[in-house]
């Protein structure tokens, strides 16, 4: 009677769900096929709390023993079958292969499997919600969905006909599905497969882990072990190809241990969801009132942003341009699939390597994607053999995939190969990477390639004084060029931004950072300063979530004075023999960098007083680069004077609107066909 209730339950919940029609619409496919089946398909998607308001056993049979809740639905939908006479083929019930889909589980711990917990429950064969990020994906190869197996004794009935039917159960291997030692249960004769009706399916495999996890590859460590595993998902049929390298999802699965070369915890996936961005909750109330303290300018909000920031790493003041610059980048990232063009690469030179290492690996871990790459694993993705027996390939993501969205911070680049930066520079040209697969190696007839696109912002920086052809540099420079040939020079040309920072110039006092070295020495985990109790880490992490969520558009004065400069310092920077020095991508840093001010701003519209910071830090970049020009920026033009109090910052807002009617100037002069209007006009 009970099996009874539940089969009348399943079939009022397919019919009050739509369930029941696209069920008869699968039918109709199948009975319309000009090929004959021994097992025919079905999914079933079910929102488990409909059902458990409907009938609560077959509600508690669903989340917990999910097999059997199968079999029910089997069961139904046999019955409507030949009720309906909607196969004709169809003979026996144990043709109809039920996958039950979850629409998600009760929010509640029990149904949770997290991957930072041991020991993993793999035995109770019941669903779990699991969220992870992609580390590794193989590709697609085949599996036995289904098989029909006939005795060999041909005077036993059971030698015809769908009797013997056997179909894949999450956890089962293909051997458990398909061999050749099953025997008949009427007359114990050895099964044989009829082959022509094995019907096959699509699998993948794809390696996830936690998001906790990530912080194993933040570069910073609060001394609290933790252990963490990444967990093996099985993608079949509809499935495959849904998830991509380096994306976070929610997996409603069926835990199994699967006997490999290696033991693994495996999930048979039921259901595959894109994890979407969480919500930011604002800022905090010291930065807002901050914020309405500096609203009556443009740039004074940003400039004590610079001022106060990570002054748990540097005492305030010092670095402010390189510590702009980073936030600019850090606003730039996104947990949304955004164009490729928002990405803000920071290459810095310097002979401060270990202040410069701290501040970059204090900036990745305000991010949730910040990612400090180790030089001895992979930055973009490679190839292996499948460890679990299936014959496909592999293809591991490396850090540059694991930082989708966010910062990949590749420390000094002195420490890596040359393929590898030529690898690189391709990558920031291209904001892709492809990989070959060769078909002879791993066992297949033709060869592949995947692309995969590379959705990070790239940090580096390298050390002057450590390169052993530093004595060998040239001295024939133009004004304000850096000698920059112990980088690739296309590498150079690749990074968005090039930053000078030197520790013995007078915007990063040598004393102040001496006596803050040694007062972290005797207390680490002390707030030196008024700022640095005001405006805590926690602070600034939702204040990036708040501002790189931000939709921003341009005004029209900001864009006409973004074009002007372009084309105004692309006619200056040309020569007759080597062409334009600005790129083609000139443009876009110029669009990202005042995109990235604004929104540091808090603000959804781009102006001119952005463009024009973005102007002088690129600028400054290309001076570094070639040197000087007619539109001559100072190396601290974006930080002219040390910020004390409100005076100082007066004198910055001054400084800046002279720049401003310079630039102005500027593109008047020698961008022709482009006009400058002012705010009034």
């Known amino acids: 009677m009970s099996s009874l209730k539940m089969k009348e339950a399943a079939l009022i919940y397919l019919d009050r769900s739509g369930g029941l029609q696209k069920f008869i619409e699968d039918c109709k496919h199948y009975n319309d096929s000009k090929h004959s089946y021994a097992v025919y398909r079905f999914n079933i998607l079910i929102n488990p709390s409909d059902v458990v308001q409907l009938d609560a056993e077959l509600g508690n049979h669903i989340l917990h023993q999910p097999l059997k809740a199968a079999h029910v639905f089997q069961s139904v939908c046999f019955i409507a079958v030949k009720t309906l ?60 969905q289904g098989a029909r197996f006939l005795c060999s004794d041909e005077a036993c009935p059971l030698s015809q006909g769908f009797q013997y039917i056997r179909v894949h159960v999450p956890g089962a291997t293909e051997s458990a599905t398909v061999r050749n030692d099953f025997l008949c249960k009427l007359c114990a004769s050895s099964l044989q497969e009829d082959r022509k009706f094995r019907v096959l399916g699509d699998k993948q495999i794809v390696e996830v882990i936690s998001t906790k996890a990530l912080q194993a590859f933040q570069g910073v460590s609060n001394n609290q072990p933790f252990r963490f595993q990444s967990l093996i998902i099985f993608l079949r049929d509809e499935s495959v190809n849904k998830m991509n390298v380096g994306n976070e999802y929610k997996i409603i699965g069926i835990p199994t241990c699967v006997q490999t070369s290696q033991t693994a915890v495996c999930v048979e996936a039921s259901s595959i969801t894109l994890c979407n961005p969480k919500v930011p909750s604002g800022i905090s109330d010291n930065f807002r009132c901050l914020l309405s303290l500096t609203s009556s300018s443009c740039w004074k909000f940003t400039a004590i942003l610079a001022n106060i920031f990570a002054s748990q790493i540097v005492p305030p003041g010092t670095y402010n341009l390189l510590k702009l610059c980073l936030l600019m980048s850090l606003v730039q990232t996104s947990d949304r699939n955004k164009e490729l063009e928002d990405c803000l690469d920071v290459l810095i030179i310097t002979n401060d390597t270990l202040l410069v290492d701290r501040l970059l690996n204090y900036s990745i871990n305000l991010v949730p994607r910040g990612i400090r790459h180790p030089v001895s694993s992979e930055m973009f993705p490679t190839l292996s053999r499948d460890k679990y027996g299936t014959g496909a390939v592999s293809i591991q993501a490396g850090s540059a995939l694991l930082a989708k969205g966010g910062i990949c911070y590749i420390g000094d680049f ?268």
Request: hydrophobic share 40%; proline share 4%; charged share 20%.
């Open 85 to 144: 006479s909607l196969i004709g083929q169809l003979q026996t019930e144990t043709q109809i292969n039920i996958v039950l889909k979850l629409t998600h589980l009760p929010p509640l711990p029990s149904y949770g499997l997290d991957l930072c917990k041991f020991p993993l429950d793999y035995t109770s064969q019941r669903f779990y919600m699991m969220q992870g990020i992609v580390i590794a994906m193989t590709t697609v190869t085949k599996y036995t």
């Open 414 to 681: 002195s420490l890596h190969r040359k393929d590898k930066l030529e690898q690189l520079q391709s990558v920031l040209e291209n904001r892709s990477i492809t990989v070959y697969i060769p078909g002879k190696k791993f066992g297949d007839d033709i060869d592949q390639q995947v692309t995969f696109p590379v959705q990070c912002s790239f940090w580096s920086f390298v050390d002057m004084d450590s390169c052993p052809r530093r004595n060998a540099q040239k001295t024939n420079t133009l004004i304000g060029q850096m000698d920059c040939s112990l980088i690739p020079a296309n590498l150079v040309e690749a990074f968005g931004l090039l930053i000078n920072c030197n520790e013995s110039s007078p915007c990063n006092p040598l004393l102040s950072t001496v006596q803050h070295t040694l007062k972290k020495a005797m207390d680490p985990e002390g707030l030196l300063y008024v700022a640095s109790k005001q405006f805590l880490t926690e602070d600034f992490e939702k204040l990036l979530a708040f501002a790189k969520t931000l939709n921003v558009e341009f005004s029209l004065e900001a864009e006409r004075m973004i074009h002007g400069y372009y084309l105004a310092s692309r006619r200056i920077r040309t020569d007759s023999i080597c062409g334009s020095k600005l790129s083609t991508s000139a443009l876009k840093y110029l669009v990202s960098l005042s995109e990235a001010h604004a929104r540091l701003n808090l603000r959804n519209k781009v102006l001119q007083e952005d463009v024009l910071i973005a102007v002088l830090l690129f600028e400054t970049s290309l001076t570094l680069k070639y040197g000087a020009t007619l539109f001559c920026v100072a190396p601290n033009a974006v930080f002219p004077f040390d910020m004390y109090n409100e005076e100082y910052l007066e004198k910055r807002d001054m400084y800046l609107i002279q720049c401003q009617q310079q630039l102005h100037q500027f593109i008047a002069t020698y961008g022709p066909g482009t006009t400058i209007f002012s705010s009034d006009e």
